[in-house]
């Protein structure tokens, strides 16, 4: 500032100050987006977009049964071939049958289906679960029970937590374990001509059809 004139030095201290203003602006300026952006990480709640991919498998067995008698058919996950990351929903069974003596008129028996509460990890609680039913009218029949708790296939968001909660949560394998018993009891009807010898009716031939509803969670954030 040399060569400046007197009145120069007024003009080049403002321009320092000028500097250094926009400096101290500028630092103060990235300080509060630096803190802000801290804050946001360490206090935002984050939310979580969980949706379901659905699959299901279906199956079917037949049993003979005789008069008085109760059988069991079993189910278990290791029957199915479900993958790993496939949780299981729920499992419906429909059960039919018809008159198959082949006696004249003989009218159709009595079946009773019943899926006790046990041997099965599942949503036992859950008031949708049908349990149990009968027959004397060759009617179809079907039981559903709720297997993974909390389940309907629908859109979910949740606030907080980790994407690992939200999977750890979707993705136990307990629901869906164990052994699921169906039973099934046939009383016979007797047809009008089973007086005669050879003309009665002993057993019943019950179909069963299975279908598992399987779900894998995606979970975003
Ligand atoms: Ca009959
Ligand atoms: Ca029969």
Known sequence: MFLAKEGDSGKAFALL???????????????????????LSKYNIQEYSISFEESSLQGSDSVLIGDGVTETIQFSREMINADVSQMMARITFTINYEETSGQIADPCDEVLVNIPPNGFVADWQNAANDLSDSSDDCETMTLTVFVYPGYNGEDIT???????????????????????????????????????????????????????????ANIER
């Open 17 to 39: 100050a000028t500097v250094v203003v926009v400096g101290l602006a500028f630092h103060a300026y990235s300080f509060i987006v630096v803190k802000e952006n801290d804050i």
């Open 158 to 216: 949740e606030e907080g937590q980790s994407k690992e909660y939200w999977e750890t949560m979707w993705t136990n394998s307990t629901y869906g374990s164990g052994v699921l018993s169906l039973e099934i009891s046939v009383d016979t009807n007797q047809p009008p001509g089973s007086i005669l010898p050879g003309a009665t009716d002993d057993n019943e031939e019950i179909n069963v059809q299975w279908e598992v509803t399987l779900f894998e």
